[in-house]
Structure formats: structure tokens, C-alpha cells
């Protein structure tokens, strides 16, 4: 059985990228006769609120895209919520130190910084970490454990990493690229890199549909499936809706939310209409529900570039 998943963050309202990708993802798994998951990405407790989690379920299910498991319908393999899974990332974070993967990295903040002309990262990050406290001997690692508690990296294999990306095809990313990554920061927190990774595991994730922003993301899940021997899903990354100053939407672009527009007056069969036009999944952006898409929908016709929003489209989308 396929088993799909959409996994918001709440710590800011869907926009109309994030309702792009839970439509590709829901369509992909209707498509296929499987089994769709919502999961609250919460981890990062700070940051998240809980009326945000309600305004993007109740806006899922305005725009029409239903699960079979999650918040509200429940299912085998919860908790649905990340904040209620730390005890399934700390087996993994165990399983990983007995296999030696993992390091104390003490570098402040400060120090990462400081690193320049070091090759990029993952395009959010910026730097990749050099890898400096990864060959520490073990009296460096007791004298500097005595003034700070440090956070945990996985160190990187000698291997590229390779997959096929179900939207943009053949990918390969060199031996170390993005530079080793943190698994639990220093206060505690479960990266984003391994949560997300124990979860897809352990619900049993078949497809991976989301952001092109995380495409350079997936060579790191694949290097903890990898040592955590997982069988990793298939991925696909769809291209970004980026805001009129050419970055991808954020919270700054806040209008363009999904319950703003609701409140608006926008119609969902509209908003659906032109995700899927500029998806190139029908030929004119007009209203439809997203379950007529289900039977034609296959990823090949999914368009590969990324699409700037304007406000002459929000406009259109709102009613005259
Ligand atoms: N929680 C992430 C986000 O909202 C998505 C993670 C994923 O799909 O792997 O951007």
C-alpha cells in the first residue's frame, strides 16, 4: 500500500506554496489508491501554536484534501504530532552513537560563522560546518565538555549520494556535501533532519512529495536510513512559489494565506484551479475540486520550474 504524507510546520499559517505541495502530495497518493498522512512537524515547540495547527486543518479540509490518519481521525502509527514522538528519536539518536555516527560538536554559534570562503551548505544553512570538532581527541572532548554541553552531528560517509527525484529526475550530491549536520542541538532539540527521517520510517511513508527547498535535504535522510537500516521512500520535490521580490513565500508575504484568502471570500474551487494550472496539471486556471484531479493526475505533467506570484493573480483568485 502507498502510504503519503503532508507535514506542515505550525509556526505560520499555509500559504498558497504550502497548499500547492499538499495538493501534489494528496494527488499523487489518491492517484494511487494509498494512504495520506497528515503530520504536525511541531518539534520545534518554541515556534509552533497550536491555533495555527486548527487554521491548517480546518484549511486542508476547506480546500477540499482529506486524511486517513492524523489530528481528528487518528491511526496506527501515531502520535501524529512531533512533539509527542521525542521518545522514538532518542532510540534512534542511541542507535546511532552505538554505530559511531554521531560527534559532540562544541563550536559556538559565533565560530560557525566565522569559517569563511568554507563551501555552501544546504542553501538555507549557508556554510557547511567544516567538520572541526569531528577529529577531536578524547582529553579535547573532556576539557571542552567542562564549559559547554555540546550539540550531537552525524558524520557524513566517504559516498555521494544519488536518487531519483520523481519531479527532476537523476540527482547526485558529492562525498560530505552540506557538511556534517546536527542530529540534537545543544538544548536538547531533535533536528528537523531526524525527526522527519524516524517519522517517514516508522509511518511507513512509501512517497515523499514536498519543497524543492528541501531537495538538498534528502541526501542527509539518506545517509540516516542508510545507517539506521531503513528502507528509505521515494522522493519528489515540487518547484516553489516565490513571492514579486522573487523569494520564496514566507511569512512576510503573510496576505497570501490561505485563511486570509478564505476570509477574503476566495472560493477553494478557485485557489485549487490555479495551483493546478501553474502545476500544468490542467490547461486554464479554471475553479475545480481537487478530487476531479485524482484520476488524471500522474507527477510526470508536474512543471519543473518555479512560478512568482503576483497580486493580479491574488486579486483573481478573491471575488470582484
Ligand atoms: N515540516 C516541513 C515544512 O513545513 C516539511 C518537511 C518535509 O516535508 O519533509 O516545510
Keep these: 500500500m502507498r502510504r503519503g504524507r503532508f507535514a506542515p510546520t505550525p509556526s505560520g499559517d499555509m500559504h498558497l506554496g504550502n497548499a500547492k505541495i499538499a495538493l501534489l502530495s494528496w494527488l499523487q497518493i489518491r492517484a494511487a489508491g494509498g494512504q495520506f498522512i497528515l503530520r504536525i512537524e511541531d518539534i520545534d515547540i518554541q515556534r509552533s501554536r497550536a491555533e495555527i495547527t486548527e487554521r491548517i486543518i480546518t484549511d486542508l479540509k476547506w480546500l477540499g484534501l482529506d486524511w486517513d490518519e492524523g489530528p481528528e481521525v487518528g491511526g496506527d502509527y501515531g502520535p501524529y504530532w512531533q512533539s509527542e514522538r521525542l521518545e522514538l528519536y532518542h532510540e534512534a ?36 560546518y567544516a567538520g572541526t570538532c569531528r577529529f577531536l581527541s578524547e582529553a579535547e572532548r573532556i576539557e571542552k565538555a567542562k564549559s559547554k554541553t555540546p550539540s550531537l552531528r552525524f558524520a557524513l560517509g566517504e559516498d555521494a549520494t544519488s536518487f531519483e527525484d520523481g519531479i527532476f529526475g537523476p ?20 533536528s528537523y533532519q531526524l525527526a522527519v527521517t524516524i517519522d517517514d520510517a516508522l509511518m511507513g511513508i512509501t512517497d515523499v512529495l514536498r519543497g524543492a527547498d528541501l531537495l ?14 531503513l528502507t528509505p521512500p521515494t522522493f519528489a520535490h515540487a518547484p516553489l512559489l516565490l513571492g514579486e521580490d522573487g523569494h520564496r513565500l514566507a511569512k512576510r508575504h503573510g496576505d497570501l494565506g490561505i485563511s486570509a484568502l478564505r476570509t477574503a471570500g476566495a472560493r477553494p474551487e478557485a485557489i485549487i484551479g490555479w495551483i493546478a494550472y501553474i502545476c500544468g496539471i490542467i490547461s486554464k486556471p479554471e475553479p475545480v475540486q481537487a478530487s476531479d484531479l485524482v484520476s488524471s493526475f500522474s507527477l510526470q505533467q508536474v512543471a519543473r520550474h518555479p512560478f512568482i506570484l503576483t497580486q493580479q493573480i491574488i486579486r483573481q483568485l478573491l471575488p470582484s
Design 216 to 229: 538538498d535535504s534528502t541526501p542527509r535522510q539518506l545517509q540516516l536510513y542508510q545507517a539506521l537500516e
Design 93 to 128: 539518536l542511541v542507535k546511532l552513537q552505538a554505530k559511531h555516527c554521531l560527534y559532540p560538536c562544541y563550536c559556538s554559534r559565533a565560530e560557525l560563522l566565522a569559517v569563511a570562503g568554507a563551501p555552501h551548505g544546504l542553501a538555507s544553512e549557508g556554510t557547511a
Design 171 to 190: 540527482q547526485s550530491f558529492p562525498p560530505g556535501s552540506g557538511g556534517d549536520f546536527i542530529v540534537r542541538r545543544a538544548d536538547g532539540m531533535y
